[in-house]
């Protein structure tokens, strides 16, 4: 009996002390004990981060009520060699247990990323780099080696049309490979069967349309008058005559702002000058929209060669079939132009 007393005794005591233990263990395990810094809090977690520079990170962007909890946390779960980069957004409080399992899971937040009107490798990397991991430099350095592509069919000077505007969603810890990786396969759901048979068509590779598509969407502002501008340049093409498109000289000679192309730009040396070299230039002068390159698959038939802007400034063009009927058209706008005092 007395045994039995004993232990009912130690019973009584020991569960509730155990009970207690658990509590406190729950508490500090389950209970919110990590808040962010105002309405949140982000964690750039880089490539190659250790375990303590996350602890780091960790004690410079949030109000940790126990880091040594948090420590033993993360070292139960194994997260010191189970650190994963990435931009991770905390916008309310947490356990440490949930943080944890944020970080060792890689639950990080996509960044997305807009780019339209962009003419350039280096105005594409400059845009693109600083809302990931990876710099622009670092992107430029990518690009500037062909061998990084030319396996895919591209070269330095097509590699451009890979980038079809749009918005993106990407993880901020991209490289500038997997950045590649990416829009090379946006670029290859965006070229269906359809979109491929229409090319063939034309007499045109995916890539020559988006060179072309580039210069439509340089020349035009709007957008119901591009299939109709891409026939023109088709037409010019089929019979061997030079586009004679000015956003190609202003590609040339590298001014984007120039208004009037004068005679001494059109005598700039450059393949992408087409009004000194027949054919489309090496490459995209712009990354080309969708409606830029579905205006080049879908272009107008007609028998126009050449086209004006009107001299309302409305944006539209006059268009013509002969020579003489254009230079009519090209002289009410120049005199608008001289009208305007727009010299440059």
């Known amino acids: 009996?007395?045994?039995?007393?004993?232990?009912?005794?130690?019973?009584?005591?020991?569960?509730?002390?155990?009970?207690?233990?658990?509590?406190?263990?729950?508490?500090?395990?389950?209970?919110?004990?990590?808040?962010?810094v105002g309405e949140e809090s982000i964690l750039y977690i880089p490539e190659g981060a250790s375990y303590e520079q996350v602890m780091d990170t960790l004690r410079a962007n949030l109000e940790i009520k126990n880091i040594k909890v948090l420590r033993w946390v993360a070292e139960k779960k194994k997260y010191p060699s189970l650190v994963k980069p990435g931009k991770y957004v905390i916008s309310k409080p947490l356990s440490s247990n949930d943080l944890i399992n944020i970080l060792r899971g890689g639950r990080q937040m996509p960044v997305r990323i807009t780019f339209n009107n962009v003419r350039t490798l280096n105005e594409l990397a400059g845009k693109i780099g600083g809302q990931i991991e990876a710099d622009s430099a670092e992107i430029m350095e990518f690009f500037s080696d062909p061998d990084n592509y030319t396996s895919d069919g591209f070269s330095r000077e097509t590699v451009l049309s890979v980038f079809i505007p749009d918005t993106?969603?990407?993880?901020?810890?991209?490289?500038?490979?997997?950045?590649?990786?990416?829009?090379?396969?946006?670029?290859?759901?965006?070229?269906?069967?359809?979109?491929?048979?229409?090319?063939?068509?034309?007499?045109?590779?995916?890539?020559?349309?988006?060179?072309?598509?580039?210069?439509?969407?340089?020349?035009?502002?709007?957008?119901?008058?591009?299939?109709?501008?891409?026939?023109?340049?088709?037409n010019r093409l089929r019979q061997g005559i030079p586009l004679q498109a000015d956003p190609t000289v202003r590609f040339a000679i590298n001014n984007f702002s120039v208004n009037r192309i004068l005679y001494k730009h059109l005598e700039t040396?450059?393949?992408?000058?087409?009004?000194?070299?027949?054919?489309?230039?090496?490459?995209?002068?712009?990354?080309?929209?969708?409606?830029?390159?579905?205006?080049?698959?879908?272009?107008?038939?007609?028998?126009?060669?050449?086209?004006a802007a009107r001299p309302d400034f409305s944006g539209y063009h006059n268009f013509a079939a002969t020579l003489s009927e254009h230079n009519k058209n090209a002289r009410l706008y120049q005199r608008e132009l001289n009208r305007r005092r727009?010299?440059?």
Not at 170 to 185: A, D, H, I, Q, V
Request: charged share 25%.
């Open 1 to 36: 009996m007395k045994m039995r007393r004993l232990i009912i005794i130690i019973l009584l005591l020991v569960i509730p002390a155990l009970l207690i233990v658990g509590v406190v263990i729950y508490g500090r395990l389950y209970t919110p004990s990590v808040s962010p």
């Open 269 to 307: 040396d450059s393949p992408y000058n087409t009004y000194k070299y027949s054919g489309l230039p090496p490459g995209p002068i712009a990354c080309p929209s969708k409606s830029g390159i579905d205006a080049v698959l879908n272009a107008e038939k007609h028998n126009y060669l050449y086209f």
């Open 168 to 234: 993106y969603e990407f993880y901020w810890n991209t490289s500038p490979r997997k950045l590649y990786g990416r829009m090379l396969r946006e670029y290859g759901r965006f070229w269906d069967k359809e979109r491929i048979k229409k090319s063939e068509e034309i007499g045109l590779s995916p890539q020559e349309v988006s060179t072309l598509a580039s210069i439509v969407d340089e020349e035009v502002t709007k957008n119901d008058e591009k299939p109709r501008i891409a026939g023109v340049y088709l």
């Open 342 to 344: 727009i010299y440059r």
